[in-house]
């Protein structure tokens, strides 16, 4: 098993839609949980963080869930600009992170 | 400047050449990273550096060298590279080794 695994994608969506990924991770010893997104030949850039509660900003909410190890990123009223790769990260012990491969949202008028 | 900050973003480089990489952040973090991107594969990490030691060396083949003279910047030396090395290179720093890391823009490495 993969240490993270996505859905690669791509999801194909239209403006106004809500549109969820989810994220498997390995390691139950896990702690540190986060969504990056990633433009077209861009760098990674933090998107939010995903805390035991679930976390919310503005349009997009986080959740994890322990038990099944795995985190989940909901959009809600996609927009063009949200057109890009959403990378899933988990801490494998307390010094590393690992990225997931991504997943691809492309949002279409 | 502010943030992390990578240089050259673009670099061309025949296989006999050696050049270096430069990464510098202003964010006052004691982690840094050195990550490779190829097409269609995820972010591979390379070298970790926390308080200018070295804790991780991915199985990186020699040809790369990494150089930490301070928590502010850091070097990837590169010399007798292949065509298979082409790829986005990033560098990363966090607070610490474990937190949230904040990327640089890359350089784009072509090696012919």
């Known amino acids: 098993r993969k240490e993270v695994e996505q859905d690669p994608g791509p999801f194909n969506v239209p403006e106004g839609a809500t549109v969820a990924f989810n994220c498997t991770y390995s390691?139950?010893?896990?702690?540190?949980f986060f969504w990056y997104r990633q433009d077209c030949r861009k760098e990674p850039k933090l998107l939010m963080s995903v805390y035991s509660s679930g976390n919310e900003d503005g349009r997009f909410t986080a959740q994890l869930n322990r038990a099944s190890q795995y985190i989940s990123l909901l959009i809600r009223d996609s927009k063009l600009s949200d057109s890009a790769t959403y990378l899933c990260v988990v801490n494998y012990n307390t010094d590393k992170l690992i990225f997931g491969t991504g997943t691809r949202l492309q949002v279409f008028p | 400047e502010t943030g992390v900050t990578q240089t050259p973003r673009h670099l061309v480089m025949g296989m006999t050449n050696k050049k270096s990489l430069k990464c510098e952040q202003h964010l006052g973090h004691n982690a840094m990273y050195w990550y490779k991107q190829s097409a269609k594969k995820p972010l591979e990490l390379m070298f970790v550096?926390?308080?200018?030691?070295?804790?991780e060396n991915n199985s990186v083949p020699s040809r790369f060298s990494p150089e930490c003279p301070n928590s502010s910047h850091l070097f990837l030396h590169l010399h007798t590279l292949q065509p298979e090395d082409s790829a986005l290179y990033l560098c990363?720093?966090?607070?610490?080794?474990?937190?949230?890391?904040?990327f640089g823009p890359g350089t784009r490495l072509t090696v012919l």
């Open positions: 550096y926390s308080l200018e030691e070295r804790v």
């Open positions: 990363a720093s966090s607070l610490w080794d474990g937190n949230e890391q904040f």
């Open positions: 390691n139950s010893a896990s702690q540190s």
